[in-house]
């Protein structure tokens, strides 16, 4: 136990006294995480929309009436369809409304009013997205005799606001990728260093060394996730914790311990801090995309769903989320943790047998 807390407080020391990582664990688990929760949009803001009006009446103006901040610049008017087409084919324009000459006529009549739009597809998501509002408001105009009445009522989210969600998606990314980095770095610092052939003459069991590097990395990694939420995620957003925050810590003490497996692995087959990234990106990065952190599992193709279950991430991700806003109990998290925990033993395991042969 002295040699292991020798070896741990070693690591941290070291931690502490390098400025570019506390830099940038720093960076990840406070301004990173915000950028991504402030910063990516999923539904429209300021979109940019012109329009052609031949109809010379009201309709049409009360249609765009309701385009408006901040989710709509004001519009614009263009004199042809051809030139709010080359708008849109210089980017100037995201959405262009076509209001022919007999769409008021044709509604003033009650027979089939067509009105058109050309989207810019390359910004799929916010060109569709937006399509759905412009369906919406449309719909108040129609005159349909419909006697159903939809009521919607939102589970977790009533707000309907996506920063909280991606703040935390961001926190369980930034996660991964660090623990894995940190991980591998400390152990091929030690080769780049010239101390490698030092540490093996140490009287101290390898294995003990292993446990002591790789956890304390974990033990860094657990700081800034708490960092993460005193200040961002639950501070900055607000996000709902319905959950226990202690079944949380605890789900991420087991998956760091599967991501510093991987650690492991990467530093026993890296010679510098430089392949330690790039070994790092190019493992993880599938794993991530597999996770649902960015799609739902359901709309993966039936390969990459199963692949899917081969990434501790998804599990960590849906517990996480189950914590967070279904505030599940702590017993019905059973296949979260046993993801976690599987995937995390065989992985570790392996890392630490790959990295341990070095020794």
Known sequence: MKAFLTVFNKELFGFLRS????????????????????GIQIKPRNVKVGYVDETGGGISKKILSHLHKPEFDPPRRFLSQEALSRAIFDKEILVGILFDRDFEKAYRRGANAQLNLLLDATA???AFTTLG???????EFAKLDFPVEIKSHKLFNQNADNKSFMALTELLSVITLLIVILTAAAFVKEKEDGTWDIMLLMPVDPRVTILAKSLSQVAIVLGGVVLALGFVVLGAFD?????????????????SLSSAGIGLFVAAVSKSVMQVAQLSII????????????????AMHPFLQTMSLFSPLRYYIE????????????????PYFSGVLILGILLYWYGFRKIGRLF
């Open 19 to 38: 400025v570019g990582l506390i830099a940038v664990v720093l960076y990840s688990f406070t301004a990173d995480i915000y950028v991504a929760g402030a």
């Open 124 to 126: 799929a998501s916010q």
């Open 133 to 139: 509002y412009l369906q919406n408001i449309v719909l």
């Open 239 to 255: 996000t709902p914790l319905n959950g226990s925050f202690w079944a949380f810590m605890l789900l991420t003490f087991f998956y």
């Open 283 to 298: 493992i993880m990065m599938p794993l991530i995309f597999l996770s649902g952190a960015w799609t739902p599992i359901y």
């Open 319 to 334: 517990g996480s989320e189950s914590i967070f806003y279904r505030g599940t109990a702590f017993v019905d998290l059973w």
